[in-house]
């Protein structure tokens, strides 16, 4: 090697630390980065946005929780409780999922929350509606005994856990 080469290597070493110049600390303007892209186009290219499955699976999954929040009007005797267990717990295992899952998809996390919320409604409705018919249930078989046999009332008061099985079967 001759010595100026090694002077120029040597001197070229000190003037980019770690490979920038010595002049320009930072770089105030990117010149290959691409302007800003729009809200639109952001939300457009997004691992969640429009042209996903992230997107248009919340949106559909809106259709239960308006079926359920419709299913407040009717009678609790006609609600299935299977089917209502079955949306409490499908809201409560895929909002913790989707929350846990990359990309985070909010909006589902939203639709699955509101969809539990829905199915505990209806399951605590038919609960209520199921005990206070049970409750009626054995309040009118009691009367019923006592209507049977009216100097015998002390025996349905005695026995009232034998009258309530004895209506129930």
Request: with cysteine.
């Amino acid at each position: 090697m001759r010595p100026l080469s090694r002077l120029f290597n040597a001197s070229r070493a000190a003037r980019i630390p770690f490979g920038r110049p010595i002049g320009r600390r930072f770089q105030t303007v990117d010149a290959t980065a691409t302007p800003k892209s729009s809200t639109f186009q952001r939300i457009w290219n997004s691992p969640v946005g429009v042209k996903t499955v992230h997107f248009w699976a919340p949106v559909m999954k809106w259709a239960l929780v308006i079926a359920g929040i419709g299913d407040f009007y009717r009678p609790a005797e006609k609600l299935s409780l299977t089917q209502n267990i079955a949306l409490t717990c499908t809201g409560a295992i895929w909002t913790r999922w989707c929350l846990i899952i990359k990309p985070k998809n909010y909006l589902l996390a939203a639709v699955n929350f509101f969809l539990g919320c829905v199915g505990t409604v209806q399951v605590s409705r038919i609960f209520l509606y199921r005990r206070s018919n049970k409750e009626s249930a054995i309040a009118e078989g009691v009367r019923s005994a006592a209507e049977e046999a009216p100097g015998q009332t002390g025996g349905v008061v005695d026995k009232p856990v034998a009258v309530a099985q004895n209506v129930t079967k």
